[in-house]
């Protein structure tokens, strides 16, 4: 049965299965791997997807204060990152939310998630016309 509610539950589950994706995916998996490692089970992965939870909850429902910080700031990090990425990662999570939630409410996701990959590319291509 679909979700039709968006509660911490639904998206710790949103987030959890999408992530276990990422890892297996052959284009998007490295880029994680180097930072965080292979395991969501590490400690590393435990508190990432702790703050991913809060970011989404905050994104999705407007609840203050269970995000707190820049999610650009730590993609700076991970190396050239480009349009084929974000388009993966957009469809990967497209994907997932469609897996948990009725249509209308994983379409808000996607939404969200796309118009977070196009930001992330615009604030990307600034960041490396600065280098």
Known sequence: M?????DRASVEK???????KIL??????RYFFMALGDD????????????LDNFWISLMTGEEGRY???PFLPHMFLGELNPELFDRWVAL?????EEIY????ALKFYGKAKGLAKRFMTDL???YEED
């Open 2 to 6: 679909l979700i039709d509610t968006i």
């Open 24 to 29: 297996k995916d052959e284009l998007l998996g």
């Open 125 to 127: 291509e600034i960041a």
């Open 14 to 20: 949103l987030v959890r299965e999408f992530y276990a």
């Open 40 to 51: 969501l089970k590490n400690d590393k992965w435990y508190e990432h997807l702790i703050t």
């Open 93 to 97: 999570f497209r994907e997932t939310a």
């Open 102 to 105: 009725t249509p209308p409410v």
């Open 68 to 70: 707190l910080g820049d």
